[in-house]
Each structure stands twice: as C-alpha cells, then as structure tokens.
C-alpha cells in the first residue's frame, strides 16, 4: 500500500506534490487527468463538483491504475460520508468546514480501523485502488496508507490552526483561499490578495511544518500554483477540470475570432 500510494509518498518523501481537481462526475475525465505527467493525485470534489457516491467509486477505480492517487473531499465530517470515501479506495480523504479540535479528532478516529480508530470494515472495493487482494492485507496497512487532509478555511479552523496541526493522524492542512478570504473580511476579488490574506497563509504553513504537518493550497492557475512551490508548500491544486475547460475553450474561441480572451464566466 505504502507503494501504491503516490501522494503520500511524495510527502513522506518531502518531494512537493502537485494534482488536479475533478468536477465532472465522468471516468474519462478520471483516466484523462490521471494521464497527466507531473500529477500525483487527483481529486474528486464531491462538495462542490457533481460527483454523487456512484460515480465516486467509479472516479476512484479510474484513477489509481495509472499510479496516482485517487482522493477525495467529502461533503461534510458525517461519518458515513468518510466510510464511502475510503471503502471505495481512496487513498485519502479531504474534510471541509471543520470548527473544532474535537471535530478533527473524530474524523481521524472514523478515518482509522480500531484500536487507533472506528472505521469499520467490510468493502470488497477499497483492495483494487491499492493493488492488494486481501482485505487482510489493507487492514493491516491502511491506517498508515491513507490520509487525512483537513481544510483551514473557516475563521474558527483559522483561529485553532495551531491545535488542528497538533491532532494525531491529521496529514495535511489545506487552505481554501476564497472561503478563508471571506472569513477573514477581505474578499479575495478577481486575483488580488489582500495582506491580511497574505500572512495568514504563510502563518498556517509555518504552523503546519513547525507540528510536523504538511500544507497544501488551492490555486487558480499554473503561474498562481508556482508562487505556492516556492513558497514551500507541500500539496499544490494546479487547476480544475471546469475551468480549465472553459478557460482552454475560450482561448481558442478567441483566437478563432481574433480577439483577445474573455474572463471565462464561472471561473475563478
């Protein structure tokens, strides 16, 4: 399992690690991304993106045979919704709006098979996206195998960032710039970052790696996800499959009628 998978590998190897959104609740789109040189995961957005729990484990059976990592960011902490992610194979799990330490501690403890957790086991599925046979075997290696990744972007996650990166079992802090931007009063509009946004990004990467926890960001393009490498973080979004798209398109729309390229609407 440790082998198989890529993204925490790249971590624990402290090699930076860089993957791709997915919206559309399409295998395609899955074996398409996966395809991509230079990303180690791809993850299934099941809060914001049209992905119901089917087309998720289809998504997930679609990505990991290209030798990277299928993730996903589930809607909410509800325990089931943690127990569908990882009995379909992923091989780690994002939680969004989370408040409190006690509510990070028990999506670790849902996230983990007894005696370190409550995960409870049973799927027939969770063995392919790891290309293991046995239930025994994931049982014995998922809970080192799999990752928790929790998502700073509220102002109370802000506010406890230094108790969230002191969890046992949590791998990674995320930040969600839009939201956490919104959070903090200063809106971030159209691309400009507002200072108070500024540090508390540096602030929650330097509270990540101080704890011994790795930080990760949203960006919205390649030069945006640049900036985030050189900054030093470890778990880098390099672009979404909806609006690479619509911003792909609109290029070549653009070139077509010899104009300049439109702000594609919808996008970031």
């Known amino acids: ?24 609740p399409s295998p395609s789109t899955s074996r398409t991304l996966a395809r991509i040189p230079g990303l180690s995961w791809v993850l299934v957005d099941q809060e914001h993106g049209n992905v119901g729990d089917s087309e998720m484990h289809e998504c997930i059976a679609n990505i990991a045979p290209y030798g990277v ?16 992610a990882l009995d379909a194979g992923a091989h ?35 063995v392919n996206a790891f290309g293991l046979y046995s239930i025994g075997d994931y049982l014995s290696q998922a809970n080192d195998n799999t990752a928790v990744i929790i998502q700073i972007e509220t102002l109370a996650s802000y506010e406890n960032v230094e108790a969230f990166a002191k969890v046992p079992g949590v791998d990674v802090l ?42 990760g960001i949203f960006t919205t393009s390649g030069e ?7 900054q030093g973080f470890d778990m880098v979004h390099i672009g979404t499959d909806v609006h690479v798209l619509i911003a792909g398109m ?10 300049k390229a439109k702000a594609a609407k919808g996008g970031y």
């Open 69 to 84: 990592s299928p993730l996903v960011r589930i809607p909410d902490k509800e325990r089931w919704m943690i127990k569908r």
């Open 1 to 24: 399992m440790q082998s198989a998978n890529r993204f925490l590998k790249d971590l624990k190897s402290s090699t930076q690690s860089l993957g791709a959104w997915q919206m559309f």
């Open 92 to 126: 780690g799990i994002m939680v969004p709006l989370l408040s409190t330490v006690e509510e990070v501690e028990e999506v670790v403890k849902q996230s983990k098979f007894p005696p370190s957790g409550k995960r409870g086991l049973g799927s027939p599925f969770s």
């Open 174 to 215: 995320f930040i969600g710039p839009f939201d956490l931007s919104n959070s903090l009063g200063h809106p971030l509009a159209h691309g400009v970052e507002h200072p108070v946004l500024t540090n508390a990004i540096q602030r929650i990467l330097d509270v990540a790696h101080a704890n011994g926890k790795k930080a």
């Open 250 to 259: 609109s290029s070549c729309v653009s070139e077509a009628q010899g104009t």
């Open 224 to 230: 945006d996800a640049r900036k985030r490498v050189e």
